[in-house]
């Protein structure tokens, strides 16, 4: 089956923007689709409710409140995943506003 091709089993991903929109959307996605996930956003009440999501496909869930328009939140966001889960596989940002403030 062609969705066979695009399993992420025992994959990590880091997903910033996902508390709500795209971003829930895609850190979903790739819980399904057997990744365990990095959620980031700056809201913990809507990070708590992906992270739900999350573990109801089976997969783990680790929650990161950030906001990524300070670079040392960055940092925070990777050591947190390696810290999580031993490693980093994926990496999506869905936010342009962290750009868009120093470009």
Known sequence: MILDRF??????????????GLGAA????????GADVVIAARTQ?????MA???RATGRRA???????????????????AIEAFGKLDIVVTTSAAPCLRRC
């Open 7 to 20: 399993r992420l089993d025992d994959r990590v991903a880091v997903v910033t923007g996902a508390g709500r």
């Open 26 to 33: 895609m850190a979903l996605a790739f819980a399904e689709a």
């Open 45 to 49: 009440s809507q990070l708590d409710e």
């Open 52 to 54: 739900e999501q999350i």
């Open 62 to 80: 680790h929650v990161v409140v950030a906001d990524l328009a300070h670079p040392e939140e960055t940092a925070k966001l990777a050591a947190g």
